[in-house]
């Protein structure tokens, strides 16, 4: 499956949480914030300025 900017966060959570560590290594600390229900990835990655292109990348290249 491909992760996209137009995600929620815990939808990509939902796919694998063993993910959280890439959003976490990105500067989205996800897990049990309530944004992580309705923020998209795009929405995460603009308010706590994130490369959205670079995190996608690293989310997609998961073996997760």
Do not use: F, W, Y
């Amino acid at each position: 499956m491909m992760i996209t900017e137009n995600m929620r966060v815990c939808e990509v959570l939902d796919i694998n949480e063993g993910l959280e560590k890439i959003l976490e290594n990105h500067g989205l600390p996800c897990l049990g914030c309530p944004g992580a229900e309705q923020e998209t990835l795009k929405e995460a990655a603009e308010a706590h300025g994130v490369d959205i292109k670079s995190l996608l990348d690293d989310l997609n290249k998961s073996p997760l």
